[in-house]
């Protein structure tokens, strides 16, 4: 399956975590101004930390307009969402939420979905059905845990 990460990232730790999965998916890793590069995979991987309140990362913010006039349908998604925890427990990794909701209707097949255990927050915008949307990373406040996150989510996208 052809696979691609488009990550937005503002002091590259969203860069990093999105390089560490590509290596291991053998899969191809764009900034999201390349965003348009989704018609050529079959999945994609929509990585984002998360700004100010419960912003998302600043490339972001025109990427999502530019991948709502892609057509989806039929593609896996799947998504890695970077942010603090212990800060920002109202609007953790709320990022991935909103580029979720943007892009929801337009048939997509969501992959990779993650438990919310061994996480600490109040409230997340980045929770569907319960769980995670997808790889949750917070290099601030749990770095030790994510070789381990990382190696378990591929596991269960691959
Ligand atoms: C001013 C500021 C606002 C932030 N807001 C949030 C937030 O609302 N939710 C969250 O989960 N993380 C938040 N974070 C944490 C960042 O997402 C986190 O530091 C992340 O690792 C940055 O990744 P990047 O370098 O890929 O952009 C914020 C950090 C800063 C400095």
Redesign the pocket.
Known sequence: MKTAIFYG???????EISRKVANILHADIFPVIEISKVKEYDFIILAS???????L?DDWIEGIENLKTENLTGKKVGFIG????E??GD????AIGIIYNEIKDQGIHLVGQTSTEGYSFRTSKGIIDGEFLGLIID??NQSELTETRIKKWIEKVR
Do not use: A, H, I, Y
């Open positions: 990232s503002t002091t590259g730790v969203t860069e930390s998360t700004w100010g309140m419960g912003e990362q970077v942010g603090d925890q800060s920002f609007s953790f990794v709320d290099e601030n």
